[in-house]
């Protein structure tokens, strides 16, 4: 049987989720609270882990030791790098990297730690199949796109910036856990996915978009979790 962890970096990427869930237990770990429950019918634990690639990697190695999850998944907003990706539109993860590494002096390429053997984390085909599909469903007058999630512990909001992500990363949309919890997920082999309802454009233009639009993009990709769980 499934057990779905479901982490979001912000109360907001997570409520609609919680409110629609039945909690049945709720526990405190590293400053996150854990509401395990079901979701639709589905067993999940949904859980704000806070902002940041750290916050994101000690959270998914709770949800593995504490409550036994076989598959995690990561909801929230991020900027866009592709220009066919507006504000609201979803970017479903096929992988993720860490864009803030860099250790080529010791010959990795750029978003490869050293001794890790892997550079992309590679998400779950059925369930990247799954999301799309429930995408479709749920928030049909949005595009969907499966692409690179890159992640750092940076905000981008400026031109050159998001050009080099793209350049250097080829990166689909930038936030600040999925390749976290991808990097999670791999050590402790469970299955992944990101997925990421646009609030800007990762440019000069992010602090004000930003601001206007990250609720309203939250909402979408939640109400898509909402709907995938059902599926798993
Ligand atoms: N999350 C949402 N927008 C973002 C951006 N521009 N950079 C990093 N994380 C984000």
Redo the contacts with the bound molecule.
């Keep these: 049987m499934a057990k779905i962890g479901i982490i979001g970096a912000m109360e907001l990427e997570v409520d609609a989720l919680k409110a629609a869930m039945e909690v049945k237990n709720t526990v405190t770990r590293a400053g996150m609270e854990f509401k395990e429950g079901t979701l639709n019918g589905a067993d999940v634990v949904v859980v704000r882990s806070g902002i940041g690639k750290v916050n994101a990697a000690l959270c998914v190695q709770i949800l593995v030791d504490l409550f036994q999850i076989t598959h995690v998944i990561n909801t929230g907003?991020?900027?866009s790098l592709n220009a066919d990706l507006d504000i609201g539109d979803i970017l479903i993860s096929k992988d993720a990297i860490h864009h803030d590494v860099d250790a080529t002096v010791f010959g990795y390429p750029l978003g490869e730690l050293p001794q890790m053997g892997i550079r992309e984390f590679i998400a779950d085909e059925k369930l990247v199949n799954l999301a799309v599909e429930s995408c479709k469903k749920v928030n049909p007058d949005l595009t969907v796109r499966t692409g690179r999630v890159v992640s750092g512990d940076?905000?981008?909001?400026s031109d050159d910036v998001k050009k080099r992500l793209i350049e250097v990363f080829h990166g689909d949309c930038?936030?600040?856990e999925g390749a976290s919890i991808a990097h999670g997920a791999y050590l402790n082999k469970i299955p992944f996915i990101v997925i990421r309802a646009i609030?800007?454009k990762?440019d000069g233009s992010?602090e004000m978009d930003?601001t206007a639009f990250e609720h309203e993009a939250a909402k979408h990709s939640a109400r898509l979790v909402e709907d995938l769980v059902q599926k798993i």
């Design positions: 907003v991020a900027g940076q905000f981008i909001s930038a936030e600040m609030s800007d990762a992010a930003y």
